[in-house]
């Protein structure tokens, strides 16, 4: 009895999961792409699922390279593949050319937590043409959100150890702020030109707005939630730190935000306008008036019961920049 020859799975096609494997786009993302600039027509199954081919995967992989590069998607949607092809190269060729003294200098550091001990070895020499150069390689190196999470998240937590047992002095610490800033500052516009508006046609995907409370001047960890947001193609706003309540629920008001993100860090409060607590409950009397149905989501530190408060809106609190990442995760799955 013969055996029935069937076709290979990648011969009948590819779902949108696989190719958001294959090629690490966001579901969302692929589906935007196709309906906003008709990038890749896949063809439909009888109940309407979408079957890509492996031409489609190259294609896609390419068109998020370039995107990465700082490509803007809709100047390559004219492109034919080859175009594509020879912009990839070029791309390449000018990367290659920026990393060139880098690579000769060290080694490639693959693991992120060599990359944070190099960094880390160029901030206690105070050597800040090196730090600046190490951030820079690992920045390229590594997607934006392997980035933030796994390099530059820990990177702070271990500086800021340092600095508290005097193995690093505030001059350092300030240093590294500097640099950091600016790296993040330009990932952060990156993604503003390449994701932006990308999940305005899904009314399940809310927008995002970051700040933190007046008073509390420490922006890192809104600059990497809001990196995070952008790395899985969420529209956002971000507003920088020390927003009073009252101009950040009109923010929210006008740009659309259904979520704000709170940057809380533990500190004195004599050094906010007003204690934490207090702020969450103007802030949410706030936009019960002109945003109604916005949501709080706190990041960092909240030393009382948010369960517990009466507050005119929803509210949750998210301890670490992981607990964040896996909530996206959760709105994007």
Not at 247 to 257: D, R, V
Request: proline fraction near 4%.
């Amino acid at each position: 009895m013969q055996k029935r020859l069937t076709a290979s799975p990648l011969a009948q096609g590819l779902s949108v999961k696989a190719v958001s494997l294959f090629t690490g786009l966001t579901a969302h993302t692929l589906r935007a792409w196709e309906r906003r600039y008709a990038l890749i027509k896949p063809r439909r199954t009888p109940t309407g699922r979408r079957i890509y081919t492996m031409a489609d995967v190259e294609k896609l992989k390419l068109l998020g390279s370039l995107t990465q590069q700082g490509h803007s998607i809709g100047n390559l949607v004219q492109h034919s593949l080859k175009d594509l092809e020879k912009l990839a190269r070029q791309t390449q060729d000018a990367s290659r050319e920026l990393n060139a003294g880098i690579i000769a200098e060290h080694a490639t550091h693959s693991d992120t937590a060599a990359s944070v001990s190099v960094i880390i070895g160029a901030l206690r020499s105070m050597n800040l043409e090196a730090l600046d150069r190490h951030i820079l390689k690992a920045r390229l190196s590594a997607p934006a959100r392997v980035f933030a999470l796994e390099i530059i998240s820990p990177l702070l937590s271990e500086v800021g150890a340092l600095v508290a047992r005097h193995e690093l002095d505030i001059a350092q610490e300030h240093g590294l702020s500097v640099i950091l800033r600016t790296h993040l500052g330009e990932v952060l516009a990156q993604m503003q030109r390449t994701t932006q508006g990308e999940n305005l046609e899904s009314k399940s995907l809310p927008r995002f707005l970051f700040s933190t409370p007046e008073g509390d001047l420490h922006e890192f960890g809104i600059l990497l939630a809001a990196i995070l947001a952008g790395s899985r193609g969420l529209s956002f706003s971000y507003l920088g730190p020390n927003m009073p309540a009252e101009n950040l629920a009109k923010a929210a008001a006008t740009t659309g935000a259904k979520i704000i993100v709170l940057g809380s860090v533990p500190a004195d409060d004599r050094r906010l306008a007003m204690p934490l607590r207090k702020y969450i409950e103007v802030l949410s009397q706030s936009l019960s008036k002109v945003a109604y149905g916005t949501s709080i989501w706190i990041g960092g530190s909240c030393s009382f019961d948010l369960q517990k408060e009466k507050l005119k809106c929803p509210t949750k609190q998210l301890k670490s920049l992981s607990d964040f990442d896996q909530e996206l995760e959760k709105l994007t799955e």
